[in-house]
């Protein structure tokens, strides 16, 4: 067995393992914030949870997402198991709580949000895989609702199309960035937060993913597939892993203040005790896409 292969061989068996495990348990997907901390109430009012009915019909917080329009929000296609593709069969059974700020308990009564919504039809682009590395940067979805949500205003999307000066296709390393989600908080614990959590980071060179894989460093239209992150200089180790897909990768424009979501979370993982990653797919690379299926960059009314 080649060393190609090998590598392919574990990559599909890693990712179907994660698969298997999301859709049996209904409750768990790929990241989490480790050492994060608590985010300041009603700081990321587009933050979206997505919810899955587990095997008691009860919804139950499955993935991130961000509200990027009145009717749509921007997840990981790894969070819609049978809501995307040619398979279809279980997406009645997703919803979603725009502004989720408190999961509490995870049960109804107990969260705080803005307004529910369920799932009218999902957006993935064609060939989406999660394996080998080389389809895994297509792990990005559009889920749109069955209603126009007005109490929330959407995150800014910037375009390449916007002509926007401050469009920035790839942020340099060393770039300050936020992720936010309700992941759990300690390694192997399903000890989810009650709280909506937010981690400090910095984008890392690409080549910090993973130097063997070298597809992670190809560029596709000059735009790199991945931003790849670790704890800004001096924090915590805080990374993505299970229950944080799909949310966001937020950059804070320094002049204007806003916030711009920039990536989708992917998964995350440990290369030693004091470095740890986090891979978020990098929108720009979709910027094509999304305006094909109707997603126009948002102009902030403030």
Same mark, same amino acid.
């Given at each position: 067995?080649?060393?190609?292969? $090998? $590598?392919? /061989?574990?990559?599909?068996?890693?990712?179907?393992?994660?698969?298997?495990?999301?859709?049996?348990?209904?409750?768990?997907? !790929?990241?989490?914030?480790?050492?994060?901390? #608590?985010?300041?109430?009603?700081?990321?009012p587009?933050?979206t949870?997505?919810?899955?009915?587990?095997?008691?019909? @009860? +919804?139950?917080? /499955?993935?991130?997402g961000?509200?990027?329009?009145?009717?749509?929000?921007?997840?990981?296609a790894? =969070?819609?198991?049978?809501?995307?593709?040619?398979?279809?069969?279980?997406?009645?059974?997703?919803? *979603?709580?725009?502004?989720?700020s408190?999961?509490?308990?995870?049960?109804?009564?107990?969260?705080?949000?803005?307004?529910?919504?369920?799932?009218?039809?999902?957006?993935?682009?064609?060939?989406?895989?999660f394996?080998?590395?080389?389809?895994?940067?297509?792990?990005?979805?559009? *889920?749109?609702?069955?209603?126009?949500?007005?109490?929330?205003e959407?995150?800014?999307i910037?375009?390449?199309?916007?002509?926007?000066?401050?469009?920035?296709?790839?942020?340099?390393?060393?770039t300050? @960035?936020?992720?936010?989600?309700?992941?759990?908080?300690?390694?192997?614990?399903?000890?989810?937060?009650?709280a909506?959590?937010?981690?400090?980071?910095?984008?890392?060179?690409?080549?910090? =993913?993973?130097?063997?894989?070298?597809?992670?460093?190809?560029? !596709?239209?000059g735009?790199?597939?991945?931003? =790849?992150?670790?704890?800004?200089?001096?924090?915590?180790?805080?990374?993505?892993?299970?229950?944080?897909?799909?949310?966001?990768?937020?950059?804070?424009d #320094?002049?204007?203040?806003?916030?711009?979501i920039?990536?989708?979370?992917?998964?995350?993982y440990?290369? +030693? #005790?004091?470095?740890?990653?986090?891979? /978020?797919?990098?929108?720009?690379?979709?910027?094509?896409?999304?305006?094909g299926?109707?997603?126009?960059?948002?102009? #902030?009314?403030?």
């Amino acid at each position: 067995m080649d060393t190609d292969y $090998r $590598r392919e /061989f574990y990559a599909r068996f890693m990712s179907l393992m994660l698969f298997f495990l999301m859709v049996t348990t209904a409750e768990l997907s !790929y990241a989490r914030i480790i050492d994060g901390e #608590p985010a300041e109430p009603g700081r990321y009012p587009y933050f979206t949870g997505i919810f899955l009915k587990n095997d008691q019909g @009860v +919804d139950t917080f /499955f993935c991130g997402g961000t509200l990027i329009a009145d009717n749509a929000v921007l997840t990981a296609a790894h =969070c819609l198991p049978g809501a995307i593709g040619d398979d279809t069969s279980n997406i009645q059974q997703y919803s *979603v709580r725009v502004g989720l700020s408190y999961l509490g308990d995870g049960s109804e009564d107990d969260m705080e949000y803005v307004a529910s919504a369920a799932v009218s039809h999902v957006f993935s682009p064609e060939g989406v895989n999660f394996w080998p590395i080389a389809t895994a940067y297509k792990d990005i979805a559009i *889920v749109f609702l069955d209603r126009r949500v007005r109490d929330v205003e959407p995150i800014n999307i910037r375009h390449a199309a916007s002509r926007d000066a401050r469009f920035i296709p790839n942020l340099a390393a060393g770039t300050d @960035v936020v992720m936010i989600g309700f992941g759990e908080l300690t390694e192997g614990e399903l000890d989810r937060p009650e709280a909506l959590m937010q981690a400090n980071l910095q984008v890392q060179p690409l080549e910090a =993913c993973s130097p063997e894989d070298e597809e992670i460093i190809d560029r !596709y239209n000059g735009y790199s597939v991945w931003y =790849c992150t670790s704890a800004r200089d001096g924090g915590l180790p805080s990374r993505g892993s299970l229950g944080d897909s799909g949310g966001p990768l937020i950059f804070v424009d #320094p002049e204007s203040g806003e916030d711009i979501i920039i990536g989708i979370t992917h998964d995350g993982y440990s290369l +030693d #005790p004091d470095l740890t990653i986090t891979r /978020f797919v990098n929108l720009f690379r979709w910027d094509g896409w999304m305006s094909g299926v109707g997603i126009k960059p948002f102009i #902030p009314t403030k």
